[in-house]
Every structure is written in structure tokens, then in C-alpha cells.
């Protein structure tokens, strides 16, 4: 880009940062200290609102930037991101999003802790939330650092670490001020932007080859350098059999995990009703299926308009395709129409970080809060008020999520949020059934539930090639790979299930059968619902 071009890149790219700190500031001088405003912001959103803000939340860089990278490069297996990201809406619209408005009061923790003895279940359910949220963090922060260096026409080490470090200090901003009613018009207004700038984009790809999706297909498959395999399943996972058990997990974890996510499952507590809840899923799917419908031809798109190579070259894992391709569509390089529609496009896609980066923290910062400081601070000694405990917690979540971002930069963003799925998945889901529907679920259960899936998830994670032992790994130096799959779900989901029925089973403790009855009525019938 010339330097004029850059100048009004990066003027319209401050534009949406300047609007939603305004959106913050705002809201932090007409809200009320209460926990119940910073967590769920009053519970006073309609159905609409709640469901466009939750299509903002899971509207990820994951979505916009590495699945689509995913299918430029990999053609038909990127598709199983876009497939797993929506068939899982159906676990959470008929097995989560009422019965959990109805038990929970601000997080998973409430739900478990219904019918459990409080502090050894808060511990674990705290802890697994807020290692979820983290690894989710990771990937925001990877997708920031890869857009704003293209942005800023560099892609150097210190313009990356400097973006993941703004990013990381400005959803800091978001969630100390505005808490969860900033956070929600954050994210409304970023849903908005993202679905305007990537149906925009949908029809230029679209115009470019005459409306004909056979021709948009053929030529992609053509650039690809792999003729009909790039439209045909196993070019990235059908290589051999630890390739198609690692297709097998990826999928598990895709389906399961939405169901498991702390900062997803927040959101339904900011509706005053579980109905309305129920229909803000309704609201968010209708939103991300027409989203992720489009994004199949953004990154079809990106193959034949770009070709894989050109993709590579900016972005060896593919998180820069769809900027690109909107730099293209303008005009190309050095033109104003292209300049103009990759600053949109950039700024839209920071947009999608920023509002996910504050919704994630503001779920890990109430989990340390509500359920961590309240279960381990000393007894007798002054309590300090959750709100700013939840504070204190966002700077620190957000301190891991740096220096592990600056870590994981070269990775895929797509592929970082199917490790966070993974793990919720594997740790969050289990306990969340069972306390649900299984009537004689113990203590025991639920705490042997979230260990049992949160440390052999994290253990294999450790020990796959993503952490070192290859090429393409975090530490490419280091050789600890002893697990040879890259998502841990198709092991540590049913090792989750496993541990909390083994540790019901083997307990000693009585199921409260009033309480499990009391749970019952209150998830099916509201009665009694915070």
C-alpha cells in the first residue's frame, strides 16, 4: 500500500475502536455496582438483542479468518469447521440454553452447585471455565496479531507482539468499565457490522464469476494445485489413520463444545426469562447459519480468486485470506477501492476479536470472582467485592492471554478455538449433563467430571505435535510428542463422562433427592429462577 492508502486504512480501522470505547464509556456512567449488572447486565435484553449479541460472541476471528483460510487451503475438509460450529447450536438449543437460565444464576458453577456441596465443585468448575476461556483468548489475540500487521503493512515480530498487546489492554478497558452491558452493544453492533461486510463480500465474490458456483468451485479446485482432491474429503485429514482419528476428534469436539463454553453459557442469563433465552438461540442460529453459509464461499472464493500460494505467502496458516481477497475485489493493491474495502473488512474482523476478547473475559474474570475468590479467600477476613475482584481478574486473564498469544502467533486460529472446544468439551459438558438429568450425580461425580476431562485434555495437548516434536509446532526445537493427534477430544470427552460416573459410583455420599427435585422443577419450569 502506499502511505495515503495506509493513512485512510488505518483512520477508518481507529473508527470502530473510537465507537466502542464511546459505547463503554457510556455505559460505565449510567450502571449500577451490582453484581447482577456486571454479569448479566441487569438481565434486561430482549430475545433479539441476546441473540444477535450471541452470534457476536461466537462470530469469532476463528469463523471469519481461519475458517476460511482453512478451506482456501484445504478445500472440502475446512468445511468440518463450518459444519461442527452449527450442528452444535442443536445440543445447546435443546439440551442447555433453558434448563441452564433456569439453574444458574451468573455461571456454570451456579448449576453444578444447586444440588452439590459448594466450595470443592466452585473450585473445579472455576477452574476448568477459566482455562477454556484462555485457550479461546489465545486464539483472538493469534487473529489480531496476523490482521493489524497486515494492516500496518508489516508482518514483523514486534508489529504482531505490540497488536496482541493493544488488544489485550483494550479488552481490559471494556470489561473493567462496561462489564456485561458494554460488552453485549459491543458485540450487537460488531454482529451487524460482520454479517453487512461479509454478505458485501459474498456478492463481489459471487459477481466475479457470474453468479455460476459450479465455475467458482472448478476454479478454485484448478489454483489449487490439487484438481479434483481439493473439492473431495482427506486433503488434510484423510493421509493416514492418525489424520482421520484426528477428523473423528476435531468433530466430537466441535459438536460438544459450543454446549461447554463459559462465555456462551453467560449469555443466557442476561434475559429475564428462559423463554426468551430459548428464542435468543433461535435469533443466534438463523444469524450464524446464514454467516457460515457465506464464509464456505469467501474461502472458495479465496482459492480461486487469490490461489493457496498467495494465501501462504502473507499467512502460512491462512488467517489473512479473507483481507486479501477483499483487497482484490476493490482493485488490487494500490487502488482506492481496494484499500478502502480491506480497511472495512479489516476493521469489521478487529471488530469480531475485540467484541469476543471482552465477552471471553468478562466470563473467566466472573468465574475467578463468583466462584474461585468466593470458594478459597479466607474465612473471617474482609471480603472484597466481587465486582472488583472480577476486575482484578480481568488483567490477569488477560496478562496469560498475551504472553501465550505472542507464543502461539504461526497457528491457525481455527485450529486454536478447536483445542478450546476440546476442553470444554471434555471438562464442562459432563458435569452440566449429569447435574442436569442424572438423579443420583454426587459431589464426588462433578469435581471427578471436570478433573477427569480438564487434565487429560491439557496433558494431551501438551503432548501432541502442537506443542513440539514438529515443523509447525510452538516449540519446533523441543520433542515431548508422545500423543500423535492434534485435538485431544476423541479421548478426554469420554474420559470426562467416564470419571463422573466412576466417582458417583464409587462415593459414599447419599444423592440429596430434595434437591435433585428441586433442581428438576426449577430447570423445566422456571420456578423460582434468579
Not at 489475540?141 to 514483523?156: D, E, P
Not at 463422562?497 to 458417583?504: C, D, E, N, Q, V
Request: aromatic share 10%; with cysteine.
Amino acid at each position: 500500500m502506499t502511505e495515503e492508502h495506509q493513512t485512510l486504512a488505518l483512520l477508518l480501522f481507529s473508527a470502530f475502536v473510537a465507537v466502542t470505547l464511546g459505547i463503554t464509556t457510556w455505559v460505565s456512567r449510567n450502571r449500577r455496582g451490582s453484581a447482577e449488572e456486571f454479569y448479566a447486565g441487569g438481565r434486561l435484553f430482549s430475545p433479539m438483542e441476546n441473540g444477535f449479541a450471541i452470534a457476536g460472541d461466537y462470530m469469532s476471528a476463528a469463523s471469519f479468518l481461519g475458517v476460511t483460510g482453512l478451506i482456501a487451503l484445504f478445500g472440502y475438509d475446512g468445511l468440518l469447521y463450518v459444519v461442527g460450529f452449527l450442528v452444535a447450536w442443536l445440543v445447546v438449543l435443546f439440551l442447555v440454553a433453558e434448563l441452564v437460565r433456569n439453574c444458574g444464576q451468573f455461571t456454570l458453577a451456579d448449576v453444578v452447585a444447586a444440588r452439590m456441596r459448594e466450595r470443592p465443585v466452585r473450585i473445579a468448575a472455576g477452574t476448568s471455565s477459566v482455562t477454556v476461556s484462555v485457550l479461546y483468548l489465545v486464539a483472538q489475540m493469534v487473529g489480531a496479531g496476523s490482521l493489524v500487521a497486515l494492516l500496518l503493512g508489516g508482518t514483523s515480530d514486534a508489529a504482531r507482539a505490540w497488536t496482541v498487546i493493544g488488544v489485550g489492554a483494550l479488552m481490559v478497558i471494556y470489561v473493567s468499565l462496561g462489564g456485561m452491558r458494554a460488552t453485549t452493544w459491543i458485540q450487537i453492533v460488531k454482529a451487524v457490522l460482520l454479517l453487512g461486510g461479509t454478505i458485501a463480500l459474498t456478492v463481489l465474490v459471487l459477481m466475479r464469476f457470474h453468479g455460476d458456483l459450479n465455475r467458482l468451485l472448478l476454479t478454485a479446485a484448478e489454483r489449487s494445485g490439487h484438481g479434483a482432491a481439493f473439492l473431495a474429503p482427506g486433503l488434510k485429514y484423510g493421509g493416514d489413520w492418525t489424520a482421520r482419528f484426528d477428523f473423528i476428534s476435531l468433530g466430537l469436539a466441535l459438536v460438544l463444545g459450543t454446549a461447554g463454553l463459559p462465555h456462551i453459557l453467560s449469555r443466557f442469563y442476561t434475559v429475564p426469562t428462559a423463554r426468551a433465552a430459548r428464542r435468543s438461540v433461535v435469533w443466534a442460529v438463523g444469524l450464524i447459519g446464514g454467516f457460515y453459509l457465506m464464509t464456505i464461499v469467501l474461502g472458495f472464493g479465496a482459492a480461486a480468486v487469490l490461489g493457496p500460494d498467495t494465501v501462504r505467502a502473507s499467512n502460512a496458516a491462512g488467517n489473512t485470506a479473507v483481507p486479501l481477497l477483499a483487497l482484490d475485489l476493490g482493485g488490487g493493491a494500490g487502488s482506492t477501492g481496494g484499500t478502502v474495502l480491506f480497511a472495512i473488512v479489516a476493521a469489521v474482523a478487529f471488530a469480531t476479536i475485540l467484541a469476543v476478547v471482552a465477552g471471553i473475559t468478562l466470563a473467566s474474570s466472573a468465574s475467578v470472582a463468583h466462584d474461585l475468590y468466593a470458594s478459597l479467600r479466607r474465612r473471617g477476613g474482609k471480603p472484597r467485592s466481587e465486582v472488583a475482584v472480577a476486575r482484578i481478574a480481568a488483567v490477569g486473564v488477560g496478562a496469560v492471554a498475551i504472553a501465550l498469544g505472542l507464543l502461539a502467533r504461526d497457528l491457525n486460529v481455527a485450529f486454536l478455538v478447536g483445542l478450546a472446544f476440546a476442553v470444554a468439551a471434555s471438562a464442562n459438558l459432563p458435569v452440566l449433563l449429569y447435574s442436569l438429568f442424572w438423579r443420583g450425580f454426587t459431589t464426588r461425580g462433578a469435581v471427578w467430571a471436570v478433573y477427569g476431562g480438564l487434565v487429560p485434555a491439557v496433558v494431551l495437548v501438551v503432548l501432541s505435535p502442537v506443542v513440539s516434536g514438529s515443523p509447525d509446532s510452538l516449540f519446533p526445537g523441543v520433542d515431548l510428542q508422545y500423543f500423535p493427534l492434534q485435538n485431544p477430544g476423541l479421548v478426554s470427552i469420554p474420559l470426562g463422562f467416564l470419571a463422573g460416573w466412576l466417582g458417583t459410583v464409587t462415593s459414599a455420599e447419599v444423592p440429596d433427592e430434595i434437591k435433585h427435585a428441586e433442581t428438576e422443577v426449577r430447570s423445566l419450569t422456571g420456578a423460582g429462577a434468579a
